[in-house]
Every structure is written in C-alpha cells, then in structure tokens.
C-alpha cells in the first residue's frame, strides 16, 4: 500500500478516527493492567492507527506538537510496532509505518533466555518505545535518562487509556531483550529501549 511520498517500504496508515464515546474518568476507571491475550484476535489496521496517533501522533499540525508532552519538547520517543510479520517505526509527522525487519521478533519483547515472559507471543502486536537521547543537550546523561524513561512512561500511559477506552487489553512493561533489539534495529548507544506495551483483545 505504498504512497506517493512514501517509499516503497513505507505505510501509510488510516486516518485515526476520533469517535470514541467513552469519556477520560470511564477510561480510568476501566484500566487494568492483562496478561492473557486471544491469539486468535488480530488488531485491525484501523485500530492501529488510532492507538499510535493515542500515543504519540500529532494532534496540532500547525506546529507538529504531539498527544504525549516530552522534557523540553525534543520529542525523543520513538514508537517501533512488533507483529508477527516484522518491526515497524511509527512517523508521526506523516501518520505512516516504516518497515525495519521481517519477521516475527516478538521475543525479544517477551524477554531474554534468563526470564522471559511468554503470554507477550498471544498480544498480535507489541509497541516498543525508544528514547532518543541524543536529542537532549550534552547526549546521554543521568539526567537525560529520567527524563527519557519519564517521557516513555507517558507514552506508555497513552497506550494503556486508549486500551481502557476502546475494549483492548494491554500491560506496561520493562522486561525486554534490550540488546537484542538494539541488535536488530540498528540503534546508536544513545537510544535506549524503555518501556513496552503487547496489546490485544483479553483472552476469555
């Protein structure tokens, strides 16, 4: 489904559709955190991109501000979509999908061989995010890295109360093969995975 603009491994993704009824207080009432998924249940297209827009899209295009406020406004967060079919960057300026791997590396966000997690292989997609500290001032720091964990747990709290809203199950987690993701993304020393979300439908 390439686009003109887009190149050839590029996705342009629906519209995000605006039209949820449940209010803020219902959402928070409603979250929890899940750690069954129906494997059998896909997260549609459609559906995607309203999460990803709910995480970090850009709600005023006048000036590319995001849903997610970020230290200083660096905006150093970047969303990497795992599915059984590969990895894939979220571009929030043009709402689309970067494919950066083939195939099914979902058990990288599981976890490693010392503990691994294994109800995230039933989530049809995980949403991995990286902080970019490269993007602060004077690069990787102590501080910079507050600040970026601080900035993915927002992020991730998008992620949770559009799940609440819209019927999806969903948990945020730490537990990651991060060097094994580095590994596979090509990331620089300075991008740091933070923080992930499997989502899916509850397994009844």
């Keep these: ?90 571009n929030c300026s043009d709402h689309s999908l970067t494919k950066v791997a083939d195939g099914d590396h979902r058990s990288l966000v599981a976890g490693t061989k010392a503990f691994s997690q ?24 102590e501080r910079t890295l507050t600040m970026g964990m601080a900035d993915a747990g927002i992020v991730s709290q998008n992620i949770n109360l559009f799940c609440a809203a819209n019927g999806l199950a969903t948990v945020p987690r730490a537990t990651m093969d991060a060097d094994g993701i580095r590994t596979l993304l090509g990331l620089g020393g300075a991008q740091v995975p933070a923080l992930n979300n499997p989502v899916g439908y509850e397994k009844k």
């Design 1 to 90: 489904m390439a686009t003109s603009g887009l190149s050839a491994e590029d996705i342009k993704l629906p519209a995000p559709d605006h039209s949820c009824s449940t209010s803020l207080d219902a959402a928070l009432r409603q979250r929890r955190s899940v750690r069954e998924f129906d494997a059998s249940q896909a997260v549609g297209e459609r559906m995607l991109s309203n999460i990803l827009w709910a995480a970090a899209g850009v709600n005023r295009p006048e000036d590319g501000r995001r849903t997610n406020p970020t230290a200083l406004n660096k905006q150093e967060i970047d969303i990497y979509v795992f599915d059984a079919s590969g990895v894939s960057r979220y």
């Design 118 to 141: 294994d109800f995230v292989m039933d989530a049809p997609v995980s949403l991995v995010l990286v902080a970019d500290l490269d993007k602060f001032d004077g690069g990787v720091s």
